[in-house]
């Protein structure tokens, strides 16, 4: 208020209404301070140009009609000010506390995602006798849960396809090249780039490049209409062409089908090539 009866003093001889920003002050008022506030605001308001700005200045003098009708017409347009100012803060309140209580939520389904989890994940231990396919359903099922981790930390359904592959290639950063461009992917993509990765980085682990120390894997990614992802295995053992494909590749290949997506595979002796298109029109 005193901001607002500063600036109508420096105009005192340019403008002759009495309440211009005065107005402006009690929104803001009514913004921070609620309604029961903004109400002492434009009493103040009043008050204050009446004494500062009627003549003679510094003492209540009294009013003309004109004078007495331009204080009622501001006290009425005022309040329907304080109104909606009011409303909007009690508006914005609500939104902040429906996004708090959204994020609770949030973090409670996450919560009960993992634990779930990992009941299946002993489930698996415990009843599945093969030694090889429990550990690959475990570590596929690891694989999901980190899902959450990802979305937790970018605070949103959508993740980029830099996090999702750092993630999955950090145990062999310094063997994993990995370039693309910003590339945000929406649920289902998410769930199907990371279990993809899963499978690779788990391949070349095995029987590829990454089961060399002087092996490495390059994986690279380009947007055009499509993403095309390109993984590529060098410096690995001598790669021979297989008529029967492993479980690892057809979970791939059948990953890929449900997004309506394709694989191409190049077993070249210097390394095992695979280029995958995700459709991003999805």
């Known amino acids: 208020m005193a901001i607002a009866s500063l600036i109508r003093l420096a105009f005192a001889n340019q403008i002759t209404l009495l309440f211009p920003t005065y ?19 434009i009493v ?54 429906q996004r708090e209580k959204g994020q609770l939520l949030w973090d409670e389904l996450l919560h009960r995602s993992k634990n779930m989890l990992m009941v299946v994940q002993a489930i698996i231990a415990q009843t599945v006798t093969n030694a090889p396919q429990k550990e690959a359903l475990l ?5 999901l849960a980190l899902l959450d981790e990802l979305r937790t930390a970018s605070d949103q359904q959508s993740v980029d396809l830099q996090r999702i592959a750092q993630k ?3 145990a062999f950063q310094a063997r994993a090249f990995i370039q693309g461009p910003p590339l945000l992917l929406d649920s289902s993509l998410t769930k199907v780039s990371m279990l993809i990765l899963h499978e690779l980085v788990t391949n070349a682990v095995k029987y590829g490049a990454l089961s060399r120390p002087e092996g490495g894997v390059v994986l690279s990614w380009s947007v055009n209409g499509d993403a095309v992802l390109s993984w590529r295995e060098t410096g690995g053992p001598p790669v021979g062409v297989s008529k029967r494909r492993g479980a690892g590749l057809l979970l791939v290949e059948r990953l890929v089908r449900t997004v309506s997506g394709d694989l191409r595979s190049e077993f070249a002796s210097e390394g095992v090539v695979h280029k995958i298109r995700l459709p991003l029109s999805r």
Not at 23 to 41: H, I, T
Not at 46 to 71: D, G, H, I, K, Y
Not at 139 to 143: A, K, Q
Request: proline share 4%.
């Open 23 to 41: 107005y402006v002050a009690v929104l803001v008022v009514s913004l921070l301070g609620g309604f029961y506030v903004s109400l002492f605001a």
């Open 44 to 97: 103040l308001s009043v008050l204050s140009a009446w004494w500062l700005l009627v003549p003679p200045t510094f003492e209540f003098a009294p009013l003309t009609s004109t004078q007495a009708t331009n204080m009622a017409f501001f006290a009425s347009m005022s309040l329907a000010i304080a109104g909606i100012g009011n409303l909007n803060r009690v508006l914005f309140n609500e939104l902040i506390n």
């Open 139 to 143: 570590n596929r099922i690891g694989s």
């Open 168 to 170: 999955q290639l950090e």
